[in-house]
T-cell receptor, first 109, second 114 residues
Framework: GQNIDQPTEMTATEGAIVQINCTYQTSGFNGLFWYQQHAGEAPTFLSYNVLDGLEEKGRFSSFLSRSKGYSYLLLKELQMKDSASYLCAVLDSNYQLIWGAGTKLIIKP | TAGITQAPTSQILAAGRSMTLRCTQD?????MYWYRQDLGLGLRLIHYSNTAGTTGKGEVPDGYSVSRANTDDFPLTLASAVPSQTSVYFC?????????????FGPGTRLTVL
């Protein structure tokens, strides 16, 4: 079967760095997405990785290792507004998105 | 631009009743999607449409139907609601149905079936 694993919840301190991991077992791979979802709101796009390596976008970076079936989202200089759920989604061999359940990130002052 | 809108924002529905959730986008995107989001589970695809006039079944299509008469609108109908359809429903769109394009989500409809 297809599976996406993320931690259910993480807590971090304002100003710090946090890494949210995502491991996947899917039938094929055509890319991995990260989305951010604030409570009660719609998911919004953060990043898309299809090649191995790190992609940096301001305070957010996303890393992919296809051989390990692993990705992480790195958030630097955490702000209170970063409190949200972070959703990992993998595009499988049929170009269907398989979504993880999301990681709820709590930022404390 | 409004992007993608959904109506209603929330609804309480008696079991056995029918309901249509509306979704409209103004980005001229070819592909549209309906998802449900339940606590502890990832987004699950109900139905999708890669272009006007075509639709396809997702992971959990039973009990739901869709139509795509034009580019902008993609309504989701529950013919006879059951309590297990209590969920938050998100409509999304993307430029193409290739899968690699960013999906843009509407604000969601919170549906409770009693």
């Amino acid at each position: 079967g297809q599976n996406i694993d993320q931690p259910t919840e993480m807590t971090a301190t304002e100003g710090a760095i946090v890494q949210i991991n995502c491991t996947y077992q899917t039938s094929g791979f055509n890319g991995l997405f990260w989305y951010q979802q604030h409570a009660g709101e719609a998911p919004t796009f953060l990043s898309y990785n299809v090649l191995d390596g790190l992609e940096e976008k301001g305070r957010f970076s996303s890393f992919l290792s296809r051989s390990k079936g692993y990705s992480y989202l790195l958030l630097k200089e955490l702000q209170m507004k970063d409190s949200a759920s972070y959703l990992c989604a993998v595009l499988d061999s049929n170009y269907q998105l398989i979504w993880g359940a999301g990681t709820k990130l709590i930022i404390k002052p | 631009t409004a992007g993608i809108t959904q109506a209603p924002t929330s609804q309480i529905l008696a079991a056995g009743r029918s309901m249509t959730l509306r979704c409209t986008q103004d980005m001229r995107h070819n592909a549209m999607y309906w998802y449900r989001q339940d606590l502890g589970l990832g987004l699950r695809l109900i139905h999708y449409s890669n272009t006007a006039g075509t639709t396809g079944k997702g992971e959990v299509p039973d009990g739901y139907s869709v139509s795509r008469a034009n580019t902008d609108d993609f309504p989701l109908t529950l013919a006879s609601a059951v309590p297990s359809q209590t969920s938050v429903y998100f409509c999304a769109s993307s430029r193409t149905g290739s899968g690699t394009d960013t999906q843009y989500f509407g604000p969601g409809t919170r549906l409770t079936v009693l």
